[in-house]
């Protein structure tokens, strides 16, 4: 088994403004970069989300990328998205208030009282040497949030952190070394998994699934050893790929407002 590289000393090179991290991110990896390397900017002009969506990153806000080459087998890349998730929630209960929780929604959102704190874009591509370059993309609103987006969205200072951003990287770098360690390469997802469980929002609750497919609701049972979700509807459980969820409003101590 080839060891998890320790990143709890990984270089992290600061910019003023970038057109995407994940883009900068992976150019190094192109260029030779082979070490774990942190690329973080004041700024992005051209960030992405997932599905293709625009991510706006202003000032003040936490933009970040992290490049690692060859950290599991390729089938199993996808789970650093959870591995990623509980690291953020767990560098998220260091900086905000002592009453107020975050989430994971479902994949691998970070929610605040059913709104959107952080989100992650996962990219991997094959490099011309035959490495496998994977990026994993963190927006974290730190400063504000957009308006008027189609769901709700918060920052730390709304919820009464005053936490900034290099404090914000720091604190995930160090959740970061410590739950790629315990993932093994893929080889210990189950830990990941019961990790991401104790941080879910709405399990064993209503939720709304947005997939390819149409939309689906049922009651939120959690996730497979795969990282699937588990949704019981009238006509029995299913699994679930991908998709977008949608909570029910809540309240910054995590409990549901009916």
Request: net charge negative.
């Amino acid at each position: 088994m080839t060891s998890q590289p320790d990143l709890s000393a990984t270089r992290v090179e600061w910019l003023a403004s970038i057109d995407s991290t994940n883009d900068e991110a992976m150019r190094r990896a192109r260029e030779g970069v082979r070490e774990p390397l942190w690329i973080a900017a004041q700024e992005q002009t051209k960030g992405r989300g997932r599905q293709g969506r625009v991510w706006q990153s202003p000032p003040g806000n936490l933009a970040a990328s992290l490049l690692l080459i060859d950290p599991a087998p390729m089938a199993l890349a996808p789970q650093l998205g959870f591995v990623t998730g509980v690291a953020l929630a767990d560098a998220a209960g260091d900086l905000l208030p002592t009453l107020v929780r975050a989430k994971l929604k479902w994949p691998n959102d970070l929610v605040v009282a059913g709104a959107k704190l952080s989100g992650l874009l996962l990219e991997a591509t094959q490099l011309a040497d035959g490495h496998t370059a994977c990026v994993i993309g963190i927006g974290l609103n730190i400063e504000s949030h957009p308006p008027d987006l189609p769901y709700a969205a918060t920052s730390l200072r709304e919820v009464g952190s005053e936490a900034r951003a290099e404090l914000a990287l720091e604190r995930i770098r160090a959740h970061m070394s410590v739950w790629l360690a315990r993932w093994q390469r893929g080889e210990n997802f189950a830990v990941i998994r019961e990790a991401w469980m104790a941080h879910a929002a709405a399990l064993d609750q209503r939720v709304d699934v947005q997939t390819s497919g149409g939309m689906r609701t049922g009651i939120f049972r959690g996730l497979d050893a795969t990282g699937q979700m588990i949704l019981e509807t009238e006509a029995g459980r299913t699994l679930i790929a991908a998709g977008d969820v949608f909570l029910s409003a809540q309240n910054p101590t995590g409990q549901e407002i009916r």
